[in-house]
């Protein structure tokens, strides 16, 4: 057994993979000036991953209890590659982000370590804080208007971000450079555009715009959380073009975090699988869709319909929902939802198993699941999956509808509800009834 | 100017007799009010502007477009939400465009709205119970209490909830329990027509499946005709028997699904489903992707000609001037081109691009 540590060091091949993961800064293009780069942010150890992130914790204190988002997740980024983050909503994507950048509500009690290039980020001083930010890693969000200022014209707002490390920048030169990279990023007409408003673009336009931003200092490290789940897929496309072309240009490394499996396959190199706040699988792009080995990994592949498929095979969906993050039951967060669930699952929350060379699964039924080779089918039969169909459950619930876990009594409803707002402490209890029914009918044998 | 019926399945050999739905010429302009003290309207944006479309018994027809495109307008003014601005909708018959409120009261019993939204689209003071059978309750359909009970009761069972769990509100189910809710309710008249808007896109994937699955059940336990409206191919694909594809207004393309996802003989389908990523790093690594500049223009101002013709990569990069000329100032109707199906573009050829 060996947790993510030792999947950090079978990693460091991943800069072979394909796509996105030129690690090489020499292009001509305008953005590389790959020789200061990290020189200019002395005192990193150019050695070190880039970005490692250990047992990172989040938790928000709320009226119903501590809201434990993240769980445990560790990663680290090698240069040039492309580390996929996917989850279904509410699994601690964003918040894993948010807590890596230091912009976390104050209220929230994040424990673990984030070290960029060997220096621990976690509890740094905000001014210390803002020389990595933009230099070092930049993060890009789902809504462009969270980085742009609707006042300021677009050149102004990119010349501001290129003076924050560069107080000896002439305006000039900065202007220069804001057209430049607005280039870079495909903007028609740059020369006219750096003196547009942000209203008077489209939301794809807008996006390009703040790639252009979060690209101007050359950070090494770029975190993109969903940065194109809220366009139309013809400019998602463009959008992910002009990200990989700023990413081969800089030679910086990515996280992209999105719940589309469509934009990890493409540019990805490896994948981290999230559940509940925690990792539940990481490995290679090709381990993760061809040879997943955990459940949940396999079921999302299974729920997806596919375009480039004539079958009209039925889909097939995980029944329930994710659980909640307020007072976890011990034992494995996805057992409730899980096709291979038996009784030794709700003994403890399986860590990350090493399954193959660089790839983790946190699943002690790992070998049941590579029978599959990746066909939910295989596992997610759909006979049990109507049984279950009669009462869907709901995240909350699991706590209290396991009959087969000692650590909670049945029917006591928990402290705490989901993330979807269902703030009532008596709803447990109700749903929970039909959860321990259709459970046992789906996994007897299992569970008895 | 619209062809006979035959025509409108898109060229499918499948004959399916007359449409349950039949929708020609369909308008709806919203007027642009100028400032000032006097709102004078100074255009309109032509969220739809010139449907045709044919739904046939038994049948789901998938919408697809960007953002924009009039996709859900389309749907409201099939349902007489929205009064039409010009065209026709005829159900079994019966022209809808027109119609009064009260008029339209007896028709709501056959076409049903599901929304996209299962947060925003139930009252979330009301029990499921109350949501269920509130339909029931205004058209009159059960004698008694007793009755509605075991009505409400089948109708939850149906679409996969837990009967005992009616007397709880909205916002105490998942995501995936509130759509089928909605079903539920949507199902409660025992209507002929489903018009879905996106019932599935605010949904995660696993749970997503699920809603899709229940759908194709509905459809195929009742004989339940759909027009479902999404913007993911994938869906679409998955559920569809044929498949309208609508750009600033109109439908540019229409055919059998398969034949729409294999063949595709407008640039702008062609760009749309080569746009969307496949969950399969090797496949979706070795494609050639046709990636389309801009963005979609103002409906309240589309090109002339061919709408498409500013984003075109064909207009573009492949026609000579003198054939750009055709697509500058003539607007393609929507026909038969020796490609096997209906479609807008003078210069249509079937390609594959998946
Ligand atoms: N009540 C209204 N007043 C003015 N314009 C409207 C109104 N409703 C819709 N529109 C416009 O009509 C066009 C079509 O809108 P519609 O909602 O039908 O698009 P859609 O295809 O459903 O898009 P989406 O995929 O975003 O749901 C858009 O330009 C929209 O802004
Ligand atoms: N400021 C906050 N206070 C309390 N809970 C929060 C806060 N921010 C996020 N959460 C909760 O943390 C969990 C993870 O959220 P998030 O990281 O945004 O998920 P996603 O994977 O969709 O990005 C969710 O349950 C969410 O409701
Ligand atoms: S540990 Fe058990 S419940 Fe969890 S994913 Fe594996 S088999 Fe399923
Ligand atoms: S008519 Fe011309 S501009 Fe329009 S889609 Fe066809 S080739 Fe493109
Ligand atoms: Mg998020
Ligand atoms: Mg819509």
Redesign the pocket.
């Known amino acids: 057994m060996s947790t993510l540590g030792t999947t950090g060091t079978g990693m460091s091949g991943a800069g072979a993979t394909p796509a996105g993961a030129s690690s090489t800064a020499t292009s001509t293009g305008t953005l590389s000036q790959a020789g200061s780069r990290t020189t200019s942010l002395g005192g990193f150890d150019p050695s070190a991953p880039l970005l490692q992130v250990s047992d990172l914790n989040v938790r928000f204190p709320t009226e119903d209890g501590s809201v434990h988002a993240v769980r445990g997740v560790d990663y680290a980024l090698r240069s040039g590659e492309v580390l996929g983050i996917v989850g279904e909503s509410g699994s601690g994507k964003s918040v894993t982000s948010l807590a890596v950048m230091g912009l976390l509500p104050a209220s929230a009690r994040v424990t673990g370590s984030v070290k960029y290039r060997g220096q621990e980020l976690l509890g740094q001083s905000d001014r210390s804080m803002s020389r990595v930010r933009g230099k070092g890693v930049s993060m890009i969000f789902q809504d462009p208007m969270t980085s742009l200022d609707p006042v300021y014209k677009i050149g102004y707002q990119i010349e501001e971000t290129l003076r924050t490390h560069d107080r000896s920048l002439s305006s000039k030169a900065a202007e220069a450079r804001a057209v430049d990279l607005l280039e870079l990023v495909g903007i028609p007409n740059a020369k006219e555009r750096v003196r547009s408003y942000p209203h008077e673009f489209s939301g794809g336009m807008r996006q390009r715009v703040v790639i252009a931003i979060a690209m101007a200092n050359q950070p090494e490290v770029i975190i993109a959380d969903e940065p194109t789940t809220a366009l139309d897929v013809t400019v998602q496309a463009q959008i992910l073009e002009v990200l990989q072309t700023a990413l081969q240009e800089t030679g910086a490394a990515m996280v992209l975090i999105t719940h589309d499996l469509g934009v990890v396959a493409g540019i990805a190199d490896r994948v981290l699988v999230m559940y509940a706040g925690r990792p539940v699988e990481i490995g290679s792009v090709e381990d993760i869709y061809y040879e997943p080995r955990m459940p949940y990994t396999l079921g999302l592949l299974g729920s997806l319909p596919r375009v480039d498929s004539t079958s009209r095979e039925r889909l097939t969906p995980i029944t329930g929902s994710p659980p909640s993050v307020v007072n976890m039951p011990p034992g494995c967060p996805f057992a409730p939802r899980c096709p291979l669930h038996i009784a030794e699952c709700d003994v403890a929350e399986p860590p990350l198993f090493q399954v193959g060379p660089a790839h983790n699964a946190a699943c002690i039924r790992t070998d049941q699941v590579a029978r599959a080779h990746g066909h939910a089918a295989e596992v997610f039969s759909e006979t049990a999956q109507d049984v279950v169909l009669a009462a869907e459950v709901m995240p909350a619930d699991l706590a209290t509808g396991e009959g087969a876990r000692e650590a909670v009594a049945p029917g006591t409803p928990p402290a705490g509800q989901t993330e979807a707002g269902t703030g009532r402490p008596d709803t447990g209890s109700v749903v929970g009834t039909g959860n321990t029914a259709s459970t046992t009918g789906t996994t007897n044998g299992d569970r008895a | 100017m619209s062809a006979p019926a035959t025509e409108r399945t898109g060229g499918g050999a499948v004959q399916r007799g007359e449409p349950i739905l039949k929708v020609r010429g369909l308008e709806k302009h919203f007027p642009i009010k100028g400032g000032g003290l006097v709102k004078r309207t100074v255009g309109a944006v032509r969220a739809v502007d010139g449907v045709d479309l044919d739904l046939y018994p038994g049948e789901v027809l998938g919408l697809v477009g960007e953002s924009g495109c009039g996709k859900s307008t389309t749907g409201r003014a099939i349902l007489n939400l929205q009064p039409a601005t010009a065209g026709s909708v005829v159900f079994e018959g019966r022209e809808i465009v027109g119609l009064s409120r009260k008029q339209m009261r007896p028709l709501r019993r056959d076409i049903q709205l599901v929304f996209q939204d299962p947060y925003a689209s139930l009252n979330p003071r009301l029990p499921v119970f109350d949501i269920v059978a509130e339909p029931l309750i205004i058209h009159g359909l059960t004698k008694n209490d007793t009755e509605l009970r075991a009505k409400v009761r089948q109708l939850v069972e149906t679409v996969g909830l837990n009967p005992e769990h009616t007397n709880r509100y909205p916002a105490e189910f998942s995501g995936g329990q509130r759509q089928r809710i909605g079903i539920a309710r949507a199902l409660a008249l025992q209507p002929k027509v489903l018009v879905l808007d996106e019932p599935v896109s605010a949904l995660d994937v696993s749970i997503q499946a699920g809603v899709i699955n229940l759908l194709d059940d509905l459809k195929n336990e009742f004989g339940l005709s759909y027009l479902f409206i999404a913007h993911d191919l994938s869906v679409v694909r998955h559920i569809s028997d044929r498949v309208a594809v609508m750009y600033l207004g109109r439908i ?1 393309e229409i055919a059998e699904r398969d034949e729409l996802f294999s063949r595709p003989a ?3 389908t062609q760009a749309l489903l080569s746009a969307i990523p496949l969950p399969d790093p090797r496949r979706e690594r070795a494609r050639q992707r046709i990636i389309i500049t801009g963005d979609v223009p103002s409906p309240a101002n589309p090109p002339s ?5 500013t984003r ?1 990569q ?2 573009a990069n ?2 000579t001037d003198g ?2 000329e ?2 500058m100032t003539v607007d ?1 109707p929507l026909e038969e081109r020796g490609t096997g199906h209906l479609n ?5 050829e079937a390609t594959s691009v998946l």
Do not use: D, E, N, T
Request: with cysteine; aromatic share 16%; glycine share 4%.
């Open positions: 540019i407008h640039p702008y000609g061919c709408r498409f013709r075109c064909k207009f492949v026609l054939q750009r055709l697509c393609p807008a573009c003078h210069y249509a």
